[in-house]
């Protein structure tokens, strides 16, 4: 299909070079330096969406990122991008887009029946008419609407591309590359500052690049920054967001005018942008004016037409009509004039202007203190009626297909007024405008009000030598004469039929005045109720209007009713580019310990363990199921000896003349008694009484101790230590080191540990007598220094043995060779819980923050003499009932039944909860599944039968309730 | 018996080559093995401290934000009255224990050799592959050789140490995170390409 509506010369294009693209599967072409919407008007499309609540057919309305209609879905597959604003894709050679929110086709759209019923669809509507019943909103009504009114289909597939996060530091960023900006930038650069210049645009230039004459300009002042070393010049690239401290937010669009990335290169870059000084360049956006049927295709912002007339090369129709209140949009139409295209005439609802005079001139009809009542054609604009401002007389028909219509300039204030700075009503352009900022930062252009390409250069020149707060260098300036921006403020005009304030949302003028009827009268609550302002375009041609039909209800101006707070996001951002590398597997970093290749060599299977991978358990062939493995694993500890590889748990070195008083006060037991050579059991609370934490530490000099914590809570204690000595007590002479990464520790258990260790490690007297359960050494195995605990978890005698890191393959190696002849059997993380669970130890499950030390049979720990964090809070009524749950053991009365953490604890018959199930495991040491429970009255319990009744499941197991303690409860082996 | 050699977190992830993008201006990515010891000032010691370490290694402490080189040692000031002092590998904790004899009670000595991982990233287009990781301006005219800075890169715990002009920066992490940080460090490298040696 040949481009009819493309111009025989002129404008950013290269005709020698075709790109060919489809939309709704239909092949057209293109040329580079097109915008997916360019090129579609060059083919004479005009149909491009459907609306978002109503259906109505709509065409491209703008040429840029505050397009409301034009969305597409690009591309296919895994790589399928919804709401697409066709204005500011750039197109590439075997573009696929798709038109959204029609069915089955854009042309023919069932769901635009639907604008039959228009008048009940008003806002509010659906908060009126789903209300009842409530549970039908979440099941039935919203997925009705969501499917009537969605915007694209997001792919199903996961993103084959790779996204990138950038941090970046600047003395000056300016945004925006328009003549405000370039000038900005080269005299910031010039004179020396980092300057990072952001433009949304594929080109730099912003309005320089529909304005021709201008062309010399621009091109010497791009190469002359581009040879700037410290400037940095970011095309398509969107600033969206401004927060405290200069702190910026922008997104790169690194390759979305290409296929497919370049390997290696991701698809878009989300800058985190920190500037000494913002210059913002946003220029602005052209203002729609609410007639009847001003969404209809052909309808367009006259600054867009001219931008596809002078830079693109393309008529966006064949007959154009202006509507306008202002001289500067006659140039609009001029410049149509000149690109040949039709001319039908002018409306403009004042009564004489400048404009008009000099479209007469050009031979051009004028209706002068005229307005426009309403649109007509199906799909396609076909023309507009014509009549006196007010209403007077009779409508005059006028043929046209392209409407240009100029409600003013809407100042892109959006990034302005996220970093608090007031905005202030200008009374000429009747629009808000940046005032004093509240950080370093200038407004400068269009975006300060200031219209006319010299004008806009010389006020960006300003900015940049206040941003470089040192003398400015002079640089070449555009010269030219400027078309006067100041307005007639007209909003609306009033007649039969819808008049959009905001086309993207179907927000109508009676839509706000609704609202303001109903109640909703703050511009914030009319915001909200009617949705004004609220889609992918954020209101930037139309948002002012709606709040002055707003203001004309409340009887007040529109500079006392003001806009809706702007916030990030200014325009659109992909969750790609939020997500950045952060997906799948790199969601979050992972921890290894030093043995983890040996146990990926050894088919261990992993669980997480915060961010630790630990082995769960370490299947064999013969091995039929999970279970067997754990039950193995386990069997070995209890009958001869295993090996756990236990380094994920936390180690801190606590030095300093203080250490001791420092522990006394942080766990309820006592450490200053401790021996040199000697660990203890430690029970730490939080400051409200509850149980934190617990582990075993050790003194290794009078100044110097080792602390273990859980796995899971070793940043939590080493952030609670540091806390206290930093704000309660800074006094201390005490000085702590993680060093859970230095040390690798394996504990070794079972009857047959010392026969085992004691063959490889020297320097220490492994014997019960010279050392004890709780006793700590240090020594060697085969010349690595180990640090040897006497410690057990499993309630087996056990060892544990610590040593620098890089050593942890070479003495666990020399561990299992010693041990082989027992039978020396690694065991995982799965074991372990069975081990602790049958010994009646408590971990995560029963520390869940609920529980109090007496609770879990720890009420000894509890010091009488000294302070310690927690004791105070400890002593509340509710934490010393004695109705609290405590810790019992349970066993299934029948052997082969299971039992299920999470099950609650009721006499059989009732209901009634009287405690919970916290661990449960297979056991080892005698038949059947056992678990821990927290049960009230649950020590006068113990030797009754309750059930453990799991509704979820429909499961209800008779348990007995007995001890914890399953194993050796005189703790008789551990000393052994 | 033979000196007993440490194995790296990183032993078996780092493959000499060149990976991502061709191209002229490539990082260069490399472990560096050396001994590390966390040293502080015990409570009002500073000077003593400061003192002995003169004395005993004629390496003057830095202040924040700088490192300081004395012979073959360099220190890098990580936290208020606290260093990790970075030198070649030499026999098992010898070196804190020399630091340890040379503060006696006025310091507290821990040896973070085996704790941390040293990396090592240089080249041209090193800062820019940082500055996707890292929040610290890296422009000489705000870092520079010398500086250092305790900040988070790819979301881990790092000291950064602008080692050499090269430029160059030592990249010290936890070990167990060694593995994940060094698949962050080469994914933000694809896009110039790396060379590791």
């Known amino acids: 299909m040949t481009q009819r509506f493309r111009t025989a010369s002129g404008g950013r294009i290269d005709r020698n070079r075709v790109l060919r693209f489809r939309f709704d599967g239909r092949a057209y072409e293109g040329h580079p330096g097109d915008t997916l919407a360019s090129a579609l008007l060059a083919n004479g499309v005009r149909l491009v969406g459907r609306s978002f609540k109503l259906h109505r057919p709509r065409g491209i309305f703008s040429a840029g990122t505050e397009e409301p209609n034009a969305l597409a879905e690009l591309r296919s597959g895994a790589r399928r991008e919804p709401n697409t604003r066709m204005t500011m894709a750039e197109l590439y050679d075997g573009l696929e887009a798709a038109s959204q929110n029609r ?69 000056v960023l300016v945004v925006g590359a328009g003549p405000a900006g370039l000038a900005a930038a080269r005299v910031a650069g010039a004179g020396g500052a980092r300057v990072i210049l952001c433009e949304q645009d594929f080109e730099l230039g912003g309005g320089l690049l529909m304005e021709p004459e201008h062309a010399a300009w621009r091109d010497e002042t791009v190469s002359a920054l581009q040879s700037m070393a410290e400037v940095t010049i970011l095309p398509r690239t969107t600033v969206f967001g401004y927060y405290d401290h200069n702190v910026l937010g922008a997104v790169e669009r690194v390759a979305d005018h290409v296929a497919a990335p370049l390997p290696n290169t991701p698809r878009q870059r989300y800058w985190t942008i920190r500037a000494k000084t913002v210059v913002l360049a946003t220029g602005a956006h052209e203002r729609l004016i609410a007639f009847p049927g001003n969404d209809r295709p052909g309808v367009m912002l006259a600054g867009a037409a001219q931008a596809y007339a002078t830079r693109f090369g393309v008529k966006a129709g064949a007959r154009a009509l202006l509507f306008a209140n202002n001289d500067a949009a006659y140039d609009s139409l001029f410049a149509l004039q000149d690109a040949g295209v039709a001319i039908a005439g002018a409306v403009d609802p004042r009564p004489e202007s400048a404009g008009a005079s000099a479209a007469r001139a050009r031979g051009i009809s004028v209706w002068a203190d005229s307005e426009i009542a309403g649109t007509s054609g199906g799909t396609a604009l076909h023309g507009a009626h014509v009549r006196r401002r007010g ?23 959006h990034l302005a007024s996220q970093s608090r700075t007031p905005l202030r009503w200008n009374e000429a352009l009747a629009t808000y405008v940046p005032g004093v900022p509240v950080l370093a930062q200038h407004s400068a252009g269009a975006a300060a009000g200031v219209t006319g390409i010299a004008e806009a250069a010389a006020d960006g020149a300003k900015a940049g030598a206040a941003a470089l707060g040192a003398a400015a260098p002079a640089i070449p300036l555009p010269t030219g004469t400027t078309a006067d921006a100041r307005v007639l403020p007209i909003w609306e005009v009033k007649a039969r039929g819808k008049a959009f304030v905001d086309i993207q949302d179907d927000v109508t003028t009676d839509d706000i005045r609704l609202a303001h009827r109903e109640g909703y009268k703050h511009i914030e609550h009319a915001k909200r109720y009617t949705t004004h302002t609220m889609g992918t375009d954020q209101g930037k041609t139309g948002g002012i209007v709606g709040a002055a039909v707003l203001a004309e209800a409340r009887g007040e101006r529109v500079q006392d009713v003001g806009l809706p707070t702007f916030r990030p996001f200014a325009t659109p951002v992909t969750w790609g580019a939020i997500a950045g590398a952060h997906v799948g597997k790199h969601f979050a970093p ?153 040390w690798a520790a394996m504990s070794i ?24 359960f709780m006793a700590v050494g240090d020594g060697t195995v085969q010349g690595r220094p180990v640090r040897v605990f006497r410690i057990s978890f499993s309630g087996e005698m056990a060892y544990e043995i610590a040593t620098p890191s890089g050593y942890a393959e070479q003495v666990w190696n020399a561990v299992l060779a010693a ?18 669970i049958e010994k009646g130890h408590v971990a995560g499950s029963e520390l869940n923050g609920q529980t109090t030390a007496a609770d879990l049979g720890l009420a000894r720990m509890l010091k009488k003499r000294g302070d310690f964090i927690g004791r105070t809070l400890a002593q509340r009524a509710g934490l010393t009932d004695t109705g609290r749950p405590t810790l019992v053991g349970l066993r299934a009365a029948r052997r082969d039944e299971k039992l299920r953490a999470g099950a609650h604890l009721v006499e059989p018959g009732s209901t009634t909860s009287h405690g919970w199930i916290t661990s449960v495991t297979r056991a080892v040491e005698i038949e059947g599944w056992i678990g821990l429970a927290m049960l009230r009255g649950g020590a006068q319990r113990i030797g009754t039968r309750m059930h453990a009744t799991f509704p979820l499941k429909g499961e209800v197991v008779e348990v007995e309730i007995v001890s914890p303690y399953f194993v050796d409860p005189e703790n008789q082996r551990v000393r052994a | 018996m033979s000196a007993p050699e440490p194995v790296s977190p990183l032993a078996r992830h780092l493959t000499a080559g060149r990976y ?36 005993g290694f004629d390496l003057q402490l830095p202040s924040p934000g700088n490192a300081a080189s004395a012979g073959e040692i360099t220190a890098l000031w990580i936290q208020p009255d606290a260093w990790m002092l970075v030198a070649p590998r030499g026999s098992e904790g010898a070196l804190a224990a020399r630091i340890k004899a040379a503060c006696g009670d006025a310091g507290s000595v821990v040896d973070q050799t085996h704790g941390r991982t040293v990396l090592h990233i240089s080249g041209r287009r090193a800062a820019w592959v940082l500055a996707k990781l ?13 500086r250092v800075a305790v900040t988070p890169v790819a979301d881990l715990a790092c000291v950064l140490h602008h080692s050499d002009a090269a430029p160059g920066f030592d990249l010290i992490v936890f070990s167990s995170y060694a593995v994940s940080f060094l698949e ?13 040696a």
């Open chain 1, 819 to 836: 041990g082989r002849e027992f039978g020396i059997t690694p065991y995982g993380v799965e074991a372990l819980g069975l081990l602790r």
């Open chain 1, 590 to 742: 992972t921890r290894r310990t030093a043995l983890h290749e040996w146990h990926v060599r050894n088919g261990a299977e992993f669980m997480d363990a915060g961010q630790w991978l630990r082995p769960a358990y370490y299947p064999i062939p013969t091995d039929t199921d999970a279970w067997e493995s754990v039950l193995r694993e386990a069997r070995a500890v209890r009958r001869a000896v295993g090996i756990c590889d236990v380094s994920t748990l936390g180690k801190i070195d606590v030095q300093g003349r203080d250490a001791a008083t420092f522990l006394d006060r942080l766990y309820t037991n006592t450490f200053s008694t401790l021996a040199v050579g000697r660990a203890r059991y430690g029970l730490m609370l939080r400051e409200d009484g509850i149980v934190f934490d617990d582990g075993t530490t050790s003194r290794l000099a009078e100044d110097r101790f080792f602390v273990t914590t859980t796995t899971v809570n070793a940043a939590a204690v080493m952030a609670h230590m540091e806390f206290h000595l930093q704000t309660a007590w800074p006094d201390l002479d005490v000085q702590l080191a993680s060093v859970t990464d230095q």
């Open chain 1, 391 to 413: 209403g007077a007389g009779t409508d005059t028909a006028v043929v046209a297909d392209l409407l240009c219509v100029s409600g003013g300039i809407n100042p892109a204030v």
């Open chain 2, 20 to 55: 991502g993008a061709p191209g002229d201006a490539p990082v260069y990515i490399s472990e560096r093995q050396c001994v590390l010891v966390q040293l502080f000032a015990r409570k009002g010691r500073g000077d003593d401290v400061a003192s002995a370490m003169q004395a």
């Open chain 2, 134 to 146: 890292c929040r610290v301006d890296l422009h000489p005219s705000a870092f520079g050789p010398g």
């Open chain 2, 184 to 196: 962050s460090l080469t994914h933000a490298a694809l896009e110039t390409g790396y060379d590791v």
């Open chain 1, 103 to 171: 069915f089955p086709s854009l042309r023919f759209d069932l769901l635009s029946l639907g604008a039959l019923a228009a008048p009940v669809l008003s806002a509010g509507f659906y908060y009126k008419t789903f209300m009842w019943p409530a549970s039908f909103w979440e099941k039935v009504y919203e997925p009705l609407i969501r499917r009537a009114a969605g915007l694209g289909r997001a792919a199903r597939e996961p993103d084959p591309d790779q996204y990138e996060t950038m941090h970046a530091h600047c003395d």
């Open chain 1, 749 to 772: 258990a079972g009857p047959k540990t010392r026969d085992t260790i004691a063959r490889i490690v020297d320097g220490i007297d492994l014997s019960n007598g010279a050392f004890p």
